[in-house]
Each structure stands twice: as structure tokens, then as C-alpha cells.
């Protein structure tokens, strides 16, 4: 699901794709709701908390607002400058980097918040972090799908969702149909799955509290061990192909 690239991406690819990370977000985004009352799968909340905190000349909540998005931001940046880097060097696990750092992100938040008391200024610490783990997903995603995928926030997934369905309405001929159809699928998919996380993640939180990141971990683990055995097992193939 990581490693096809452009052209060689199909349908099925971007499903197992949408669907483990946008549960991976719903999971992470109910965290910090319930641990630190913030947003930490998307920033557009936090410009407008930016902008009323500015005006109300709260300079100091305003600068932790814009370090909120700054995090998310830094956090893109640093996942498609390795993506870019590795393609170039070990394209079918490109991957491999930002994911690990990702996973080693949210590991260390669920331990921090586990053994330590969430404070005011903990709390900052944490939401930074958990911003930066997720401009790593979402930037990941972004580029190995071609923009397809989406998995942090659902705003413009409603938006391009509620095109679709209009569309529907006008575009008569087979392929169109097929396409808009495939399209829809996938969106609802991301929804549907992105709320299933949401839900889990806060009945996992009920019990475990920031523990819950660590599930949120291995399911990017599953993720990535899902293509390393399937490259294998494909390689394998090939191999035996050969010889016969």
C-alpha cells in the first residue's frame, strides 16, 4: 500500500491506504481531545484560536496557537523531504523513514503521558508533538497517493465528496459513472473509518488514557510489516518463476 507510486497505484492500493491511516487519525484525534481538550489531526481550528487570541491581545495563548500549526506544517515538510531523498535512492521504501518516525512520535507521547501528569505546559508539549506526527502522516499520504488520499481532517473530504454526489446527477456515460462511483467509495471509506477509530480510540482511552497512542503504533506497524511480506512474497514468486 506505500510503496506503488503514481501510475502504478490502483484503487485497492489507496483503499488499504485510506483506510489503516484514517483509522490511525480518528485514534490519535480523540486522544487528544479527551487528554489535552485540542485539535491534533488538523490545524484549521487552531487559526481561528490564533486570530481571536491576537485580537483579545492574549499574545501568549496566540504564539501557542501559531506553534500548533507551525508543528503541523514542520511535520509535512519533514515527511516529503525524506520521501523526496529516498525515492532517489531506495524508492520501494521510501516509506519506511517517515512512518518509523511517526510511530516512534506517538510511542513517545503515550509513554510521556502515561508516567507523567498532563500539565498546562506538558499539555503544549504533547499537542506539539502529536501535530507534528500527523503533518507526517498527512504529507505521506498526500504524496505517495498523488493527493487521492487524505487521512488527518475531513473537511475537505466532505467537500470533495459532496462534488461527487452532485456530479453523479449530470455525468451519465459508463466510465464517468465507474470513476465518480470508485471516487465516492473511497471517500466514505476514510469517513466510515476515521470515525471507527474516533469511537475505538475512545473506549481504549476510557481504560489505557494515552496508552491508546500505543495501539494507534501498531497499527502503522501492521502497516508496514503488511508490504515488507508482501514484497517478500512477491520476490519469492518471481524467483521460483525463474527457475521453472
Known amino acids: 500500500m506505500f510503496r506503488h507510486h503514481g501510475k502504478n497505484r490502483t484503487f485497492i492500493h489507496n483503499l488499504r491506504l485510506a483506510t489503516l491511516l484514517s483509522l490511525v487519525a480518528g485514534m490519535v484525534n480523540i486522544t487528544g ?5 485540542t485539535l491534533t489531526t488538523n490545524v484549521t481550528g487552531h487559526f481561528a484560536f490564533f486570530a481571536e487570541e ?6 501568549a495563548a496566540a504564539l501557542t496557537f501559531l506553534v500548533f500549526i507551525l508543528f503541523f506544517l514542520l511535520g509535512s515538510f519533514t515527511a516529503n523531504l525524506l520521501a523526496e531523498w529516498l525515492l532517489r535512492r531506495r524508492p520501494h521504501s521510501a516509506h519506511i523513514l517517515p512512518v518509523l518516525i511517526e510511530m516512534t512520535v506517538l510511542i513517545a507521547v503515550g509513554y510521556y503521558g502515561t508516567t507523567n501528569p498532563v500539565t498546562a505546559s506538558s499539555a503544549k508539549i504533547i499537542a506539539f508533538a502529536m501535530l507534528f506526527a500527523m503533518g507526517v502522516q498527512n504529507a505521506l499520504v498526500t504524496k505517495i497517493s498523488q493527493s487521492t488520499v487524505r487521512t488527518t481532517h475531513l473537511t475537505g473530504l466532505f467537500t470533495d465528496l459532496g462534488i461527487e454526489l452532485s456530479q453523479l446527477f449530470f455525468y451519465k456515460k459508463t466510465e464517468e459513472v465507474k470513476r465518480l462511483r470508485t471516487s465516492i467509495y473511497l471517500r466514505f471509506s476514510i469517513i466510515i473509518f476515521f470515525f471507527i477509530g474516533c469511537i475505538g480510540g475512545g473506549l481504549l ?40
Request: glycine content about 0%.
Open 33 to 37: 481531545v479527551l487528554a489535552l481538550k
Open 54 to 59: 491576537f485580537l483579545q491581545k492574549d499574545y
Open 205 to 244: 482511552y476510557q481504560s489505557y488514557q494515552m496508552k491508546t497512542l500505543f495501539v494507534a503504533s501498531f497499527i502503522l506497524l501492521i502497516a508496514l510489516l503488511y508490504d515488507y511480506f508482501r514484497l517478500q512474497l512477491l520476490a519469492f514468486r518471481r524467483k521460483s518463476h525463474q527457475s521453472h
